[in-house]
């Protein structure tokens, strides 16, 4: 199992960016995957999940600007988000649940300038 995040970079405010993770052998046996991100000096929060069914749900700092997604073929996630804000500047991390275990990928540095 891996998952490998990539997309992030350095964003004005208001503007826009789309993660990725590739989930390598998981995704289609997941029971959920997600998105969380990390600021500096805080501790990891949830962001996005999406279930097994593809059932979406999203952390009310990110509703309604962001969308998840996957291609379960190219065994990929997504991640949208849009009209970007200086507090969404974090490390984001894709998270995949199977069974009673979670994994986790490394982080994609995402800055948004003011």
């Known amino acids: 199992v891996q998952l490998q995040a990539s997309g992030g970079g350095l964003v004005q405010a208001g503007g826009s960016l789309r993660l990725s993770c590739a989930a390598s052998?998981?995704?289609?046996?997941?029971?959920?995957m997600g998105w969380y991100r990390q600021a500096p000096g805080k501790e990891r929060e949830f962001v996005a999940r999406?279930?097994?069914?593809?059932?979406?749900s999203y952390a009310d700092s990110v509703k309604g600007r962001s969308t998840i997604s996957r291609d379960i073929r190219n065994k990929m996630l997504y991640l949208q988000v849009s009209d970007l804000k200086p507090e969404d500047t974090a490390v984001y991390y894709c998270?995949?649940?199977?069974?009673?275990?979670?994994?986790w990928g490394q982080g994609t540095l995402v800055t948004v300038s003011s």
């Open positions: 998270k995949g649940d199977r069974g009673v275990y979670s994994y």
């Open positions: 999406i279930t097994a069914g593809g059932e979406p």
């Open positions: 052998g998981f995704i289609s046996s997941a029971k959920s």
